[in-house]
């Protein structure tokens, strides 16, 4: 075959697959397929977006998979193929369908130093698949790795009837030992945690929460962190650390909360997760249902009530006005101002949070009173890298989205706002918290007994301000550094960065009255 009927053949098989959206990274290797997908968008088969940064282009595309259909990044030759793999180890760990579809030198190239010749088939080992598209499942990462001629010969295109996108492939599901096991020793006390589920779940397990009247740890991004209300647990680490349930239930994905870390250390506590991805999230022995979390829910017919057998809603109210008590006492610390943005960003569409601390600072001091119609996050490997081009790709159609991060991570994604030209405008807000650093180190407690010099290597402390790259990019700037200053923040038709800049004081001064 020649260049151009591969590439023809390539794009062809993608569509009768179910994937009908592309970002392209174009190089020369790749050419010929940039066109051939030329092509297919101007007879209305494909939405095409382009990047010139693959890492970022990767991120973006995983936030497109978060729509529940796949999307494809398409790459020239050699390292540009290695610039995707923080973002399929990100869709591997998510379970989301994202394709890799890489422009390669022919086989005779491989281990000769000639230019962008590298070793492309399996370069990203276990976290994706290749091979027949017929083994794929629709719902984790698929490389297709393609050996192209420089030179071709463009000719003409005949594209299939296409067919619906096709639906994730599901084991059986086996929903019976579940159900013996919510209704064994609930004396010991039983505690949901509700990690990130799909739009599509929510319903279920909303209902389903509510008939078990257990205690509800509710990440924001289960969608249920407002709309649960009295079962919620207003400071479940403090509440689980002084009394341990005997069972947790997990569903959706793995919580950010400091309580499931220390579920590691703690095999006297029984964990069943309910997942789309089927990661257990510990390293220690525990229960896993694979599916969607919905579907397993109905399965389980209608719940019985598992009750607060130990009593921890009890001091629910007193919790919840600490918390606020602090909160007004240092309006200018990080959870204060955090808890004032909530309240201007639940008037959006949605809003995407920073690993790190954001997320983790949002599901703590976030508002209560107005639920937000979607909160997304990067918690498949939990990294820093690709935050802002993810949301950028999750919410390229939305109007009004918001977006909080870390200083940190916003300079780890620097060419992410090259989007914003082939995403909706109006209304975006993105919220970068300028705290000097990755502050979250120094809540470590093993960090006490270091050196200066190694806290320093830690934090990365720097004095940087972001309004020159808001320039850059043509958004807007506003900068808060005091309650006062919100009256500034107000979105429009151009992109907003929002420089939010806590005081270290304030801020010091809150973590030690909540931690003491």
């Given amino acids: 075959m020649t260049t151009w009927d591969i590439a023809v053949e390539t794009v062809r098989a993608c569509l009768e697959n179910g994937v009908r959206e592309f970002v392209v990274c174009a190089g020369?290797?790749?050419?010929?397929?940039?066109?051939?997908?030329?092509?297919?968008?101007?007879?209305?088969?494909?939405?095409?977006?382009?990047?010139?940064?693959?890492?970022?282009?990767?991120?973006?595309?995983?936030?497109?998979?978060?729509?529940?259909?796949?999307?494809?990044?398409?790459?020239?030759?050699?390292?540009?193929?290695?610039?995707?793999?923080?973002?399929?180890?990100?869709?591997?760990?998510?379970?989301?369908?994202l394709v890799l579809v890489t422009a390669d030198r022919p086989a005779r190239f491989r281990q000769s130093g000639a230019p962008q010749a590298i070793v492309q088939p399996g370069i990203f080992g276990g976290y994706a698949g290749a091979g027949e598209w017929a083994d794929w499942d629709r719902r984790s990462p698929w490389h297709v790795n393609v050996e192209l001629e420089e030179d071709f010969v463009m000719g003409e295109v005949e594209w299939p009837e296409l067919a619906g996108p096709?639906?994730?492939?599901?084991?059986?599901?086996?929903?019976s030992g579940l159900a013996r096991w919510l209704k064994d020793d609930l004396f010991r006390g039983l505690v949901v945690m509700l990690g990130e589920l799909e739009p599509e779940d929510r319903e279920d397990v909303y209902h389903f929460v509510l008939d078990l009247k257990a205690p509800v740890v509710a990440e924001a991004t289960s969608g249920l962190r407002e709309a649960l209300g009295p079962v919620v647990l207003a400071d479940p680490d403090r509440a689980l650390r002084h009394q341990l349930p005997g069972k947790v239930l997990r569903l959706g994905a793995v919580p950010s909360g400091r309580f499931w870390r220390d579920l590691e250390e703690l095999p006297e506590v029984e964990v069943w997760s309910v997942t789309r991805s089927g990661w257990s999230g510990?390293?220690?022995?525990?229960?896993?249902?694979?599916?969607?979390?919905?579907?397993?829910?109905?399965?389980l017919g209608e719940a019985e009530e598992a009750g607060d057998a130990l009593g921890l809603l009890d001091g629910n109210s007193r919790s919840a006005a600490e918390i606020e008590e602090w909160l007004e006492a240092y309006p200018d610390s990080e959870p204060g101002m955090l808890r004032s943005l909530s309240q201007y960003a639940a008037l959006g569409n949605g809003v995407f949070l920073g690993n790190s601390l954001p997320i983790r600072e949002w599901n703590r001091f976030a508002q209560?009173?107005?639920?937000?119609?979607?909160?997304?996050?990067?918690?498949?490997?939990?990294?820093?890298?690709?935050?802002?081009?993810?949301w950028l790709g999750w919410s390229a159609a939305r109007e009004d989205a918001w977006c909080v991060v870390g200083d940190l991570t916003a300079l780890y994604d620097l060419a992410a706002p090259a989007m914003l030209g082939q995403v909706e405008r109006k209304g975006r807000v993105l919220v970068v918290v300028n705290n000097g650093g990755g502050q979250i180190f120094s809540r470590v407690p093993r960090m006490a007994a270091m050196s200066d010099r190694g806290k320093e290597l830690m934090v990365n402390p720097h004095e940087l301000s972001l309004r020159g790259w808001a320039e850059m990019w043509g958004m807007g700037y506003c900068r808060i550094a005091s309650q006062d200053d919100f009256d500034g923040l107000e979105a429009g038709e151009v992109p907003l960065l929002v420089e939010l800049v806590p005081s270290a004081k304030e801020t010091a001064a809150f973590w030690e009255r909540l931690d003491g």
């Fill in 282 to 299: 510990l390293a220690r022995d525990s229960h896993v249902t694979l599916g969607e979390v919905g579907r397993v829910i109905r399965a």
């Fill in 166 to 175: 096709g639906e994730a492939q599901w084991p059986r599901l086996a929903a």
């Fill in 28 to 97: 020369a290797r790749n050419a010929a397929l940039v066109e051939v997908l030329a092509r297919a968008e101007a007879a209305g088969h494909v939405t095409l977006r382009q990047h010139f940064e693959e890492r970022s282009a990767g991120f973006f595309a995983v936030g497109r998979c978060m729509q529940s259909e796949p999307c494809a990044v398409v790459t020239t030759s050699g390292t540009a193929v290695a610039e995707l793999l923080p973002a399929v180890i990100e869709a591997h760990y998510q379970g989301r369908p």
């Fill in 368 to 390: 209560w009173d107005q639920a937000i119609p979607e909160v997304r996050a990067n918690r498949g490997a939990n990294g820093i890298d690709g935050q802002i081009s993810t």
